[in-house]
């Protein structure tokens, strides 16, 4: 098993900027793509970005890429979420998730095997 918790979300103003983190702990870390999906109110939960076991590859939703970015600290068992120019509609709660040991980063929530309990953004406009 992998215990993911994810930390700091919160209220912001559009137009500023936020870094999720999510910790790890359990089985080894490094080993693990992950991902980050959100859920927004009244929506299904849908991908936002992800990132290879190593760190090396990611991959996004085309309306997050010029905003937010995805990175990965094996060393400290955490995965981040940094999130710029945010607007009202990234408000959501955000998720991180543990998906295939040596795998590719993927937008299939199916590919994830563990997940985290989420935290709250929201934006203010």
């Known amino acids: 098993q992998v215990q993911l918790v994810e930390s700091g979300g919160g209220l912001v103003q559009a137009g500023g900027s936020l870094r999720l983190s999510c910790a790890a702990s359990?089985?080894?870390?490094?080993?693990?793509?992950m991902g980050w999906f959100r859920q927004a109110p009244g929506k299904e939960r849908g991908f936002v970005a992800a990132?290879?076991?190593?760190?090396?590859?990611?991959y996004y939703d085309d309306s997050v890429k010029e905003r937010l970015t995805i990175s990965k600290d094996n060393a400290k068992n955490t995965v981040y979420l940094q999130m710029n120019s945010m607007t009202p509609e990234d408000t959501a709660i955000y998720y991180c998730?543990?998906?295939?040991?040596?795998?590719?980063?993927?937008?299939?929530?199916?590919?994830?095997?563990?997940w985290g309990q989420g935290t709250q953004v929201t934006v203010s406009s």
């Open positions: 990132i290879n076991w190593s760190g090396t590859d990611t």
């Open positions: 359990g089985r080894p870390f490094s080993p693990y793509s």
């Open positions: 998730a543990a998906g295939q040991t040596f795998g590719k980063p993927s937008n299939y929530s199916n590919y994830y095997r563990y």
